[in-house]
């Protein structure tokens, strides 16, 4: 496969780092990133020359800052700080995470402010030219002092240690990077640090979230569009009108985005017998619009992140300072973090409340949408185990960032869990698409039972997903078709781009 090659003075898109996701992108190192790399590193190693004592470079590190580090032992520090800060456990991170991750790092580090040699970031780079995906456990970072622990079982592999997906096989990290040609580095003074130093473990979760969320804002209109049309809802909650006069952007696209869907639907009129819907229909452009606004910032934040150096210390090459600070903290990421994930457990939650509206019988519809309630229990369960979904995502939406744990011995006292709202918030996303998916087959199957009239283009993917779940009468195993329906609306293509978009 061909892969497109991103420069590195360009500031990337979504879509880019969408590509350096899948592994259809490559980043292009260039010589003024080497030069500008190569001059900062002369400045660090003048700096240590004359005698200055920097942290992480020539101290330890944490509560052992105040130690001194002979000169014989600076590669020792740097190799020992990896090694004893590869403590993660947990799950591991998919692929798409890790190519992120080493992206978001050479980014960084060819900015020219870590003090790194050059051929440390032309091996970064070659792990991501020839996939080699280092294994990274989800659970070790507090999200402070850079995402130490998953950074540092990233470095492990380019020291020919560790462990790496090559293809379809785990390998050693040495015959990982032997089976592509490829050779260990050696980490001079303070490579070690700069390397592990840095927020883009959580940033990669947030980058990816950023991706997907793009398609569940589509997703949760359309399939709220269907689901409107199914419990014979009025049209007259999206009249442009209302949200000009509440002029919140998210809540506007919504709006237009289910007029757009429904436009030449019959059944889409103002006017109903039962004069008013429930908000969970009612209120749709207000609660989808505030979670597309809030995702629009998260986005944002993200990208912003994705152009900064945040290792520590900061080598400053026109005027030779080296400068100890606190960019690798990261709150400013577990914030937003948890504010996208508070918003997309919202649009999972009031998707089950529609759900929940499409089973209680009314508007022509028979309870639990079944053929022949009593005999058949219809999609009765189908809302309990959608309401279990809500409710975890609600536990997972409580605040990482609120909490905070000592550690190294009180020098490293305040963390912002980023890492932790990181982790919570791609478990939300993934039940947000099965909440998504449970609605959409509760809106097909109300369509179908009350023959009311979606429009040509809700029509059409109905129909797509009845070549691939084709309708069944009476009860049936419920769990298959679930995953059906959520694969459906994760893999069939959004053709108009313009749709990805949050405001």
């Known amino acids: 496969m061909k892969r497109i090659a991103l420069a590195l003075h360009q500031t990337w898109s979504l879509n880019d780092w969408e590509s350096l996701a899948l592994g259809k992108a490559r980043i292009a190192l260039d010589p003024d990133s080497q030069s500008r790399v190569e001059a900062n590193r002369r400045v660090l190693l003048d700096r240590m020359a004359q005698g200055h004592t920097m942290y992480g470079i020539n101290t330890g590190f944490g509560s052992l800052c105040t130690t001194r580090i002979a000169d014989d032992e600076l590669s020792a520090l740097q190799v020992n700080l990896i090694r004893s800060h590869a403590a993660g456990t947990g799950p591991l991170v998919g692929p798409e995470l890790v190519r992120l991750m080493l992206a978001c790092k050479v ?45 540092s079982h990233l470095t492990l592999v380019a020291m020919g240690e560790g462990e790496a997906l090559v293809g379809n096989y785990r390998l050693p990290g040495a015959e990982a990077l032997a089976s592509k040609g490829l050779k260990p580095i050696s980490l001079g003074a303070k490579e070690g640090l700069a390397l592990i130093n840095g927020t883009q473990f959580m940033l990669a979760h947030g980058v990816w979230a950023a991706i997907q969320t793009q398609r569940i804002a589509y997703w949760a209109d359309l399939v709220a569009s269907a689901s409107l049309m199914g419990f014979d809802g009025s049209s ?13 952007a998210g809540q506007a696209l919504v709006a237009a985005r289910v007029r757009d869907f429904l436009q030449d639907s019959a059944d889409f009129q103002p006017v109903k017998e039962h004069v008013q819907d429930p908000y969970s229909f009612r209120c749709v452009p207000q609660v989808h619009g505030a979670s597309n606004d809030v995702w629009q910032h998260v986005t944002e934040v993200m990208l912003r992140e994705a152009e900064a150096v945040t290792d520590n210390p900061n080598v400053f090459t026109e005027d030779g300072d080296v400068i100890s600070a606190g960019n690798f903290h990261g709150q400013p990421l577990a914030l937003a973090l948890d504010y996208g994930k508070m918003a997309l457990c919202e649009w999972g939650s009031i998707s089950e409340r529609r759900l929940n509206q499409l089973c209680l019988g009314k508007r022509g519809l028979k309870p639990f949408l079944a053929l022949n309630p009593g005999t058949e229990s219809g ?39 980023g890492s932790i709202a990181g982790v919570h918030l791609l478990e939300v996303l993934g039940r947000t698409w099965t909440l998504l998916g449970m609605e959409w087959m509760a809106a097909v199957q109300a369509l179908e039972q009350s023959g009311r009239a979606p429009g040509s283009f809700v029509a059409s993917l109905i129909a797509a997903y009845r070549e691939k779940v084709p309708a069944v009468k009476g009860d049936r195993i419920i769990s298959t078709e679930i995953e059906a329906a959520t694969d459906f609306l994760q893999n069939t293509p959004i053709e108009d781009p313009e749709f990805l978009r949050f405001a």
């Open 379 to 417: 999609l009765m369960i189908l809302q309990y185990s959608a309401a279990s979904l809500v409710s975890r995502n609600k536990v997972l939406s409580h605040p990482s960032s609120t909490d905070s744990i000592d550690s190294s011995a009180g020098q490293e006292d305040h963390v912002s869990m």
């Open 236 to 248: 007259a909650p999206f009249d442009p009108r209302i949200h000009q006069v509440r002029p919140h």
């Open 107 to 151: 980014k960084a580090l060819c900015q020219g402010y870590s003090g790194v040699e050059w051929r440390t970031v032309e091996a970064f780079n070659a792990l991501l030219d020839h996939d080699i995906l280092p294994s990274v456990p989800s659970m070790g970072s507090l999200g402070a002092s850079g995402d130490l622990a998953p950074l």
